[in-house]
């Protein structure tokens, strides 16, 4: 058991750039989930998986952010056109939906836009 | 819809002395609840959780919590502060009929004094 990884760790941007990170899950894990942190602030839901559906999408997900878990394995976060308030660190988790329900970090990918 | 208020965003103990973490939970159905530690920079690490199980749950690291219906209270506690708990500190609500994505408390950072 390996954890759950992401990359990149940092990423810097330029305002208007696209910017995509990747998530690889607990293996076994079917569900994934996506968070968004800014600083001081507790982690906000964005969306989730199961397998490879998509569940759920939170309003704060505007058309500029689109996920995707392909395989039902590792997923992608895309934001296009990133704008300043885009800037925060995003975090992936992993569960079982036969256990306890427990999501399972990882270290997560913090993004600066300039 | 589930909500979670942590008491206080900063709580000052000396080493060796009690620690007490208030979390106050909002929800129309009975809830999982969660405890997360974040060191910088890091992910979320899972001190514990209530699955409607025992209501005194016993977590890592020398932590427990004790989940209150009446008082819709989920406050964690740890006997004696170690240098090593300073760290930021996540209350958490889920709910399995909502796909079980976490909900959390806007946090509190916890700071040791020798």
């Known amino acids: 058991d390996t954890g759950v990884s992401q990359d990149p760790r940092h990423k810097i941007t330029k305002r208007g750039q696209n910017v995509t990170f990747r998530c690889d899950p607990i293996s076994e894990h079917n569900r994934l989930y996506w968070y968004r942190q800014t600083l001081g602030q507790g982690p906000e839901f964005l969306t989730y998986f199961q397998n490879e559906a998509q569940l759920e999408k939170s309003r704060l997900l505007s058309d500029r952010f689109s996920a995707e878990r392909p395989k039902g394995s590792f997923s992608t976060l895309e934001i296009q056109r990133t704008e300043q308030g885009d800037s925060a660190m995003y975090l992936c988790?992993?569960?079982?939906?036969?256990?306890?329900?427990?999501?399972?970090f990882g270290p997560g990918t913090r993004l600066t836009v300039t | 819809a589930q909500s979670v208020t942590q008491l206080g965003s900063h709580v000052s103990v000396s080493e060796g002395a009690l620690v007490l973490l208030r979390c106050n939970y909002s929800s129309s159905v009975p809830p999982y609840l969660f405890w997360y530690v974040q060191y910088p920079n890091q992910g979320l690490q899972l001190l514990l959780k209530?699955?409607?199980?025992?209501?005194l749950v016993k977590g890592i690291n020398g932590f427990e919590a004790e989940f209150k219906k009446s008082e819709t209270s989920f406050h964690l506690t740890k006997p004696s502060a170690h240098m090593s708990d300073a760290a930021e500190y996540f209350c958490a609500v889920s709910l399995k009929a909502a796909g079980n994505k976490l909900t959390f408390g806007g946090g509190t950072r916890v700071l040791v004094k020798p």
């Open positions: 209530y699955t409607s199980a025992a209501t």
């Open positions: 988790a992993s569960s079982k939906t036969s256990s306890s329900y427990e999501q399972y």
